[in-house]
């Protein structure tokens, strides 16, 4: 496999998709949050989602990033949700100590995105009182 | 006279094999520790008349000193399925060593028939016959024993997997009941069919109830919420059910944080609370009687 230098940041609305499908090494860790914390202020997104269904193997690192990442995004007012978490993966991270309390959960795709909706609420729109659109 | 010893023995086992037999099952008959519950005359005889048989044929082979050599293998594999098989319809070890002693008796009493008044060759033959039965003997306890721990084994693998089962509740509703105690292998087999079921079904929430677990100290309160963390990382909510009023005062007493999951008292109570935050009814078609 050609190594892999960015794991891109799909704007969805609202919303940044992240999906992680190669194995973490730190430094392309480190490149997605500078990536996504750029892209979160860019875009004013709300929320990240980020899909991990294909990771297999994690470490304290990773386990970490996860974390650190959630804890960015709601310092930028965006929710975290990490979805799609092996049973190997989440049973490895337990056993690591890390239970990733300040993380949201879930096992799919569309239920990430429900929980994100319920979570930050309608859409705010820029707009004049007059709604005519700002230049 | 060293090789000479026990070749009496060998004789009386190959000229006088009938009535060894006979006066054998006969003592076996008469023993009060017969299981006649257990087996019937008919294989009894049959199961002495094949071991005197493959008896006689080693003993004329290969001597009666070596009994783990070549030679003896179709005695010893008689002996083994015999003592499996006693095992299995429940004899206890002495029973099933008693087939092999009680063959002492019949078989001293033709060698002192046989040597008559010389002493020294009677107490040689019959030391050699002697360590020749024990060995036998013991042999047999050693794969009874074999055959009730390969047995405990399977029936605790077994007994691993049954008790371990992931039930659907409801669409989007796991439950988890869990039977006797919580060690570390069994929250991992626990652990993992918990979130092997999560994926396949798609649940949302799963309910663990703790009825069935007898006590519930600091480290089964770790393994709970070890499995309870798991679930949430996949995406799915933990209720733990099943609290005895005993185990709620142990568990404040130990000082064992559960604040983090929702707790209650019945199934029916996490249940409830299930349907609830899965959006979902149970009502009456009719009222009441």
Not at chain 1, 35 to 56: K, M, P, Y
Not at chain 2, 189 to 214: C, F, H, K, Y
Request: proline letters at 4%; glycine letters at 6%.
């Amino acid at each position: 496999m050609a190594d892999v230098d960015r794991i891109p940041i799909i704007k969805m609305g609202e919303f940044l998709l992240v999906s992680i499908q190669v194995d973490m090494h730190d430094r392309l860790a480190m490149t997605l949050q500078d990536d996504l914390t750029a892209s979160i202020v860019r875009h004013q997104a709300r929320g990240v989602l980020i899909d991990i269904s294909s990771l297999e193997i994690v470490d304290s690192f990773i386990g970490r990033m996860l974390g650190n990442i959630a804890a960015m995004s709601r310092v930028l007012d965006a929710e975290t949700v990490v979805v799609g978490m092996r049973p190997a993966v989440a049973i490895t991270l337990v056993e690591l100590g890390m239970s990733l309390p300040g993380v949201r959960t879930a096992l799919t795709v569309e239920r990430a995105m429900d929980m994100l909706r319920a979570a930050v609420g309608p859409a705010v729109h820029m707009g004049r009182v007059d709604g005519s659109q700002p230049e | 006279m060293v090789s000479n010893a026990g070749s009496r023995v060998v004789q009386i086992l190959d000229k006088r094999e009938r009535e060894l037999l006979a006066a054998w099952v006969e003592s076996q008959l008469k023993s009060p520790g017969l299981r006649r519950d257990l087996i019937q005359e008919a294989e009894l005889r049959e199961q002495s008349r094949e071991f005197l048989r493959r008896l006689r044929d080693a003993a004329a082979t290969a001597g009666v000193d070596d009994i783990d050599s070549k030679a003896w293998d179709p005695v010893r594999e008689q002996l083994r399925v015999l003592s499996t098989e006693r095992a299995r319809r429940g004899f206890t070890p002495s029973e099933t060593a008693m087939f092999v002693f009680s063959l002492k008796e019949p078989l001293f009493a033709r060698l002192r028939q046989e040597i008559g008044s010389d002493t020294t060759v009677l107490a040689e033959e019959t030391w050699v016959a002697n360590i020749l039965l024990d060995r036998l003997g013991l042999f047999t306890t050693e794969v009874y024993q074999q055959g009730r721990e390969e047995l405990i084994a399977r029936q605790g693998e077994e007994m691993l997997e049954l008790s371990t089962p992931v039930v659907a509740l409801w669409d989007g509703i796991l439950a988890l009941p869990l039977i006797g105690t919580l060690d570390s292998a069994r929250t991992q087999v626990v652990m993992e069919n918990l979130l092997q079921r999560i994926v396949e079904t798609g649940a949302s929430i799963a309910i663990i109830d703790i009825t069935g677990v007898p006590t519930v100290d600091t480290l089964v309160a770790q393994h709970l919420l070890k499995t309870v963390a798991a679930a949430r990382l996949m995406g799915a909510d933990c209720l733990i059910s099943g609290i005895r009023p005993q185990i709620a005062q142990t568990i404040v007493h130990l000082g064992v944080e559960l604040q983090s999951v929702t707790t209650k008292a019945t199934l029916a109570a996490a249940f409830a609370v299930a349907l609830q935050r899965t959006g979902q009814t149970i009502g009456r078609v009719r009222p009441p009687a």
